[in-house]
């Protein structure tokens, strides 16, 4: 299991990263073998080469039909081919969900079923050959945990087989707008997509979380390059890192097997906000790195109900969460100290379980016993699948944990 990060300072395109994990050193052979599969072996052909972008280098990547390519296939063909291939199963669960999020918010964006949906870029062979060779490279390299910048998503205009379409494009502003994602603003940047629906699928499915890059040390980096002369570079990098033991923290002398950790305590008093606004505040909080936010009623002045947010963040994340009161929230001051805590030790990976791969976080309590908590949106995510209950799905999922190898936590 590894940690990766993706740097987007100029949006995200399947292509790019591709690009950037045949830059890792991902064979393309791992990219072949299940197209191949899906019986593209001979449609297409990778153009890979080494540029620069404002004097940095990366890989740029084209993908070359060699066969005359259906105008646009239907969700509803693409997903039996897809879900009938002899694929890895977690390659395939990972190439579903993203196309089956693609298609969804198509579907949402011209009203229409899901199943009915039409891909035109997206079913193109280009973007088949992205999303199977993203999640092959990344399954290949055994990303576990992805952290993803936040990527400008482009403003103005683009051309579209549906017409000219405004920007951000409608796709991926409703892939934001279910997965409750942030988008990074295009001030600055020329007219033009940055951010393409298949990119943000793919770093949808594949993110644990999107925000500022834990602390870690780099230990390779893939450089992905776009197409589009801009004024900047215009790239994508990940990261494969390591992750500092414990974010460094300080054993108990107790010895009862917790660590302590420097936290960063960000607090407000707010009694002119209305609870949806109050809602949307807490989720920008979490999104700008705070690990966690929570909100308690109080009494203000005058007898005033009010509301007390909370967040709590790595000490580094100050700035970028000062900005977020700033700017979403109604406060004129923000109350800040440092704090500590305590922590078990923990760990996130991901089991295989019969109905699909979940995430889960262990955590190793002092009398050596260890704790798991599946990932809920994964839990959902399978219940709709497989039309079952939470239940059922929890249920298989805690027996695949009990079935697991025993973890250590790190040195």
Sequence with gaps: MSLALLDVPTGIAGNMLL???LDLGVPETVIHGPLAELG????YRLQVEERRSCGLRGLH????AT????GHRAWGELRPLLAGAALEPALQDKVLAVFTLLAEAEAAVHGHAPEQVHFHEVGAIDALVDIVGVCAGLIHLKVSQLVVGLPPAGHGTVATAHGRLPLPAPAVLEIARRRGLPLGSSEGFPPGELTTPTGLALAAVWAERFGPAPTAIPRQVGVGLGSRRLDR???LRLVLAQPLPQEAGTPSPEGEGAESEALLQQQA????????????????LRCAGAVEVFSQPVAMKKGRPGVLITALAPPDCGPSLRRVWWQHGTTL??????QRRWRLPRQSGSVETALGPVRIKWARLPD???????????LVALARRHDCSLEQVRRQVMQAVDATEPWEPTP
């Design 19 to 21: 690009a950037a994990l």
């Design 40 to 43: 593209l072996a001979r449609c």
């Design 61 to 64: 990547l084209a993908v070359e």
């Design 67 to 70: 066969e005359r390519q259906p």
């Design 233 to 235: 570079p215009n790239l």
């Design 269 to 284: 008093q707010i009694d002119d906000a209305t609870p949806e606004d109050l809602a949307f505040l807490i989720e920008e």
């Design 333 to 338: 001051g923000v109350r800040e100290q440092e």
């Design 368 to 378: 050596g016993r260890r704790r798991a908590k599946p990932e809920h949106d994964d």
